[in-house]
T-cell receptor, first 112, second 117 residues
Framework: DVKVTQSSRYLVKRTGEKVFLECVQDMDHENMFWYRQDPGLGLRLIYFSYDVKMKEKGDIPEGYSVSREKKERFSLILESASTNQTSMYLC???????????FGQGTRLTVV | GDSVTQMEGPVTLSEEAFLTINCTYTATGYPSLFWYVQYPGEGLQLLLKATKADDKGSNKGFEATYRKETTSFHLEKGSVQVSDSAVYFCALSDPNAGGTSYGKLTFGQGTILTVHP
């Protein structure tokens, strides 16, 4: 079975903290993605990566950065967490266009 | 840019009722279309997909047909069960958006489905 694993299900962080969300996939997929899910807004793409050390901004990259040092691992970094970054964060990976993406179970982040 | 519009929710049905969730899209290229389902407390699972016009995706009794002329991909199920209660997302992946999409997905806002016994 294919697997995308996010390191935490729930996180509570303080405003101004640096936050790391980790994602690992075991499918040897080139493409990995970070989405943010908010009620009524669906999922919005923050960043994606199409190869090791390669990254591109998605629709809402402000306040976030990413790191992909190994093919299987894609990290999302909140440089200085703010309350408006309280959300559900979903990692995904895919092989080719039209194939569909596989999602992790999500990390619910609360910034207080 | 690309966009996906789903029917307003939430949707509440009785068990064995017929389900339709409308989805229309706007895309610059010739997209692939998907329906994802999210059960409470979980991530998204791919429910079904279609990659060209008139293709019908199907899975677990759900169906959706890729209609290029109406730019639609409506989700249907003939008889829903309580276990179908979840959030359903329509999505597209457009290969011509910026050259190659790398499998990026554009999502609708999601439709909450609740099925009562």
């Amino acid at each position: 079975d294919v697997k995308v694993t996010q390191s935490s299900r729930y996180l509570v962080k303080r405003t101004g903290e640096k936050v790391f969300l980790e994602c690992v996939q075991d499918m040897d997929h080139e493409n990995m993605f970070w989405y943010r899910q908010d009620p009524g807004l669906g999922l919005r793409l923050i960043y994606f990566s199409y190869d090791v050390k390669m990254k591109e901004k998605g629709d809402i990259p402000e306040g976030y950065s990413v790191s992909r040092e190994k093919k299987e691992r894609f990290s999302l970094i909140l440089e200085s967490a703010s309350t408006n970054q309280t959300s559900m964060y979903l990692c995904a990976s895919s092989l080719i266009q039209g194939f569909g993406a596989f999602f992790g179970q999500g990390t619910r982040l609360t910034v207080v | 840019g690309d966009s996906v519009t789903q029917m307003e929710g939430p949707v509440t049905l009785s068990e064995e009722a017929f389900l339709t969730i409308n989805c229309t899209y706007t895309a610059t290229g010739y997209p692939s279309l998907f329906w994802y389902v999210q059960y409470p407390g979980e991530g998204l699972q791919l429910l079904l997909k279609a990659t060209k016009a008139d293709d019908k995706g199907s899975n677990k009794g759900f169906e959706a047909t890729y209609r290029k002329e109406t730019t639609s991909f409506h989700l249907e199920k003939g008889s829903v069960q309580v276990s179908d209660s979840a959030v359903y997302f329509c999505a597209l992946s457009d290969p011509n958006a910026g050259g190659t999409s790398y499998g990026k997905l554009t999502f609708g806002q999601g439709t909450i489905l609740t099925v009562h016994p």
